[in-house]
C-alpha cells in the first residue's frame, strides 16, 4: 500500500479508495461546528393541526408544532385536500413526464391562470417548487438580457443566489434594504441593462423590503425588478397577492415569484410576469424544460388554495391576531424576540449548540416542536429559534409555549429579564 496525495492509502495494482472517508470527514467537520441537522420523525394530523405526533426514539408521542411554513394551515383545509383527492381518483397521481412531452395537464394550465390573476400579470408558469422557479427563473432571465447586471440585495434567498450565480452575468450585491446603497450602484451601472433581484419579506429577520422605493429606482435609472414573494402569499393583501398588492405595487414589477408550498399549503412554484417573459423562460429554461410537472393532483388542490384564499380573509385574520398575541405574551415573559413588523417571530439565541440543545428540550421535555436555525441559514452569533404562529395555535397553545420557552432559557442558563426569572407565572 501507498499514500496517496491526499493522505489515503491506495494499492499500486489499482484497487479503488476508500471514497467513504471524503464523506465522513465531511460529516465529521460538520458536527464539530455543530451544525449537523438532525431532521425530527414527525406525522401531521389534518383536522387537528397544529397537533402532531412525533415518532421518537421511545416511541410516538403528540406534540404541537410552532415552526410550519403552512402559514394558515391550508394543507389540511377540506376544500384543498378535496380537490387533490378527487382529481387523483378521476385522473391519477402522476403527470406524466415533463410538460414538453406529456405532462401539460388541465389542472396546470387552470392553476396558472388562477396565479396570474392573483398578480395581476399576463401570464404565470408554474415549477416543481419555489427554490427552482428561482433558480431557474433569474438564470434563465438574465441571461437573456444582454450584458445583464444583477443587482441583488444581501440577505436574498439561496434559491435566488444560486440563480444569480448559474445566469453567468456580472452582479453587484446592494446592502439588506438600503435603497441608497442600490442608487449608487445603480448610477455607477450607466445605461446597461440592469435586473434588480429582492423579496417583499426576508424569513430570518422577519422585516420587509422598500418596494416602491425600489421600484422608483427602476423606473429612474432602466431597471427592471424581480421580486420574491415566497413568505407574503396568501398572507398578505385582500386577496393574498402579498405584500406587492397590500402596498399596491402590484403594477410596477416585471417579475413576481411565490410558492404554493407555504401559506397555500400544497406544493410548487412559480413566476408571474408579461406574457413575453414567461413564454421565453418555458422556452430556454432547462430547469422547466427538462423536469417532470407538477402532478394534477397537486395543481388542482393549489388551485383550491389560490381560489380559497383570493376569496376568504378569514384566515388572514386569525393568524395575524394569533401572531400578535404571540409575540406580546413571549416578549412580556421576558424572551429576547427580534422586533418584526411580520409573521416572523424570531426568539434569538446567538450560539448553535445552545441553539440546538434549546430545540431538543422543547421536543423532549414539552411536546413543542421548533426546529433550530442555524448557520449558513442565519450568520454565527444569530442562532435562533423561528417561531411561526398560525391562525389554529390557540390562546392555550400560546400560554404552554410561553411557559416551556422560559423553563428552558432557565434551564440552559439563557438570558432572562429579572422580573420574568424571579417570577413564579411562567
Given at each position: 500500500?501507498?499514500?496517496?496525495?491526499d493522505g489515503?492509502r491506495?494499492?499500486?495494482a489499482?484497487?479503488k479508495p476508500?471514497y467513504?472517508?471524503?464523506?465522513?470527514?465531511?460529516?465529521?467537520?460538520?458536527?464539530?461546528?455543530?451544525?449537523?441537522?438532525v431532521?425530527?420523525?414527525?406525522?401531521r394530523?389534518?383536522?387537528?393541526y397544529?397537533?402532531?405526533?412525533?415518532?421518537s426514539?421511545?416511541?410516538?408521542r403528540?406534540?404541537?408544532?410552532?415552526?410550519?411554513?403552512d402559514y394558515?394551515g391550508?394543507?389540511?383545509n377540506r376544500?384543498v385536500?378535496r380537490?387533490?383527492?378527487?382529481?387523483?381518483?378521476?385522473?391519477?397521481?402522476?403527470a406524466?413526464?415533463?410538460r414538453?412531452i406529456?405532462?401539460?395537464?388541465?389542472a396546470?394550465?387552470g392553476?396558472?391562470?388562477?396565479?396570474?390573476?392573483?398578480?395581476g400579470?399576463?401570464?404565470?408558469?408554474?415549477?416543481?417548487?419555489?427554490?427552482?422557479?428561482?433558480?431557474?427563473?433569474?438564470?434563465t432571465?438574465?441571461?437573456l438580457?444582454?450584458?445583464?447586471?444583477?443587482?441583488s440585495?444581501a440577505?436574498?434567498?439561496?434559491?435566488?443566489i444560486?440563480?444569480?450565480?448559474q445566469?453567468?452575468?456580472?452582479?453587484?450585491?446592494?446592502?439588506?434594504?438600503d435603497?441608497?446603497?442600490?442608487?449608487?450602484?445603480?448610477?455607477?451601472?450607466?445605461?446597461?441593462?440592469?435586473l434588480?433581484a429582492?423579496?417583499?419579506?426576508?424569513s430570518m429577520?422577519g422585516?420587509i423590503?422598500?418596494?416602491?422605493?425600489?421600484?422608483?429606482?427602476?423606473?429612474?435609472?432602466?431597471?427592471?425588478?424581480?421580486l420574491?414573494?415566497?413568505?407574503?402569499?396568501g398572507?398578505?393583501?385582500?386577496?393574498?397577492?402579498?405584500?406587492a398588492?397590500?402596498?399596491?405595487?402590484?403594477?410596477?414589477?416585471?417579475v413576481?415569484?411565490?410558492?404554493?408550498?407555504?401559506?397555500?399549503?400544497v406544493?410548487?412554484?412559480?413566476?408571474?410576469g408579461?406574457?413575453?417573459?414567461i413564454?421565453?423562460?418555458r422556452s430556454?429554461?432547462p430547469?422547466?424544460?427538462?423536469?417532470?410537472?407538477?402532478p394534477?393532483?397537486?395543481?388542482a388542490?393549489?388551485?383550491a388554495?389560490?381560489?380559497?384564499?383570493?376569496?376568504?380573509?378569514v384566515e388572514?385574520?386569525?393568524h395575524?391576531r394569533q401572531v400578535a398575541?404571540?409575540?406580546a405574551?413571549?416578549s412580556?415573559a421576558?424572551?429576547p424576540?427580534l422586533?418584526?413588523v411580520?409573521?416572523?417571530?424570531?426568539?434569538?439565541?446567538?450560539n448553535?449548540?445552545?441553539?440546538k440543545?434549546?430545540?431538543d428540550?422543547?421536543?423532549?421535555k414539552h411536546?413543542?416542536?421548533?426546529?433550530?436555525?442555524n448557520?449558513?441559514?442565519?450568520p454565527?452569533?444569530?442562532?435562533?429559534?423561528r417561531?411561526?404562529?398560525?391562525?389554529?395555535h390557540?390562546?392555550?397553545?400560546?400560554?404552554?409555549?410561553?411557559?416551556?420557552?422560559?423553563?428552558v432559557?432557565?434551564?440552559?442558563?439563557?438570558?432572562?429579564?429579572?422580573?420574568?426569572?424571579?417570577?413564579?407565572?411562567?
Open positions: 500500500m501507498v499514500a496517496n496525495t489515503s491506495g494499492d499500486p489499482g484497487s476508500d467513504q472517508r471524503y464523506f465522513r470527514l465531511a460529516l465529521d467537520r460538520l458536527q464539530a461546528e455543530r451544525r449537523y441537522r431532521f425530527a420523525d414527525i406525522e394530523l389534518a383536522g387537528r397544529p397537533d402532531a405526533v412525533w415518532h426514539p421511545a416511541g410516538p403528540p406534540i404541537t408544532v410552532w415552526c410550519s411554513n394558515l391550508m394543507g389540511q376544500d385536500t380537490a387533490m383527492v378527487e382529481t387523483a381518483w378521476r385522473i391519477g397521481t402522476g406524466g413526464g415533463t414538453n406529456s405532462g401539460n395537464s388541465h396546470i394550465v392553476l396558472e391562470r388562477e396565479l396570474a390573476d392573483l398578480h400579470k399576463d401570464g404565470a408558469l408554474v415549477f416543481t417548487s419555489g427554490y427552482v422557479s428561482n433558480q431557474t427563473g433569474i438564470s432571465i438574465a441571461k438580457i444582454p450584458n445583464c447586471l444583477i443587482l440585495d440577505l436574498n434567498h439561496n434559491s435566488m444560486e440563480g444569480v450565480r445566469s453567468g452575468c456580472e452582479k453587484v450585491i446592494f446592502r439588506h434594504n435603497v441608497e446603497h442600490l442608487e449608487e450602484l445603480l448610477k455607477a451601472a450607466g445605461d446597461r441593462p440592469k434588480i429582492f423579496e417583499s419579506v426576508y429577520d422585516d423590503s422598500p418596494i416602491h422605493t425600489i421600484c422608483d429606482l427602476a423606473e429612474r435609472y432602466g431597471a427592471m425588478t424581480y420574491d414573494e415566497v413568505h407574503a402569499v398572507m398578505y393583501g385582500p386577496r393574498g397577492g402579498g405584500i398588492e397590500r402596498e399596491g405595487t402590484m403594477h410596477r414589477l416585471d413576481i415569484e411565490g410558492t404554493l408550498g407555504k401559506a397555500f399549503g406544493m410548487g412554484g412559480y413566476i408571474t408579461a406574457r413575453a417573459v413564454d421565453a423562460v430556454f429554461a430547469g422547466f424544460i427538462f423536469t417532470t410537472a407538477l394534477p393532483a397537486v395543481a388542490a393549489a388551485t388554495s389560490v381560489r380559497h384564499l383570493k376569496a376568504s380573509t388572514r385574520q386569525k395575524q398575541r404571540t409575540k405574551v413571549l412580556g421576558g424572551l424576540l422586533d418584526t411580520t409573521h416572523i417571530v424570531p426568539v434569538m439565541v446567538g448553535a449548540e445552545a441553539c440543545a434549546a430545540s428540550r422543547l421536543l423532549e411536546g413543542i416542536y421548533i426546529q433550530p436555525i448557520y449558513p441559514t442565519v454565527r452569533g444569530t442562532e435562533r429559534l417561531i411561526t404562529p398560525g391562525p389554529f390557540t390562546d392555550a397553545h400560546v400560554d404552554a409555549l410561553a411557559r416551556a420557552l422560559v423553563e432559557w432557565t434551564a440552559l442558563d439563557l438570558p432572562l429579564e429579572r422580573h420574568v426569572q424571579a417570577a413564579t407565572g411562567y
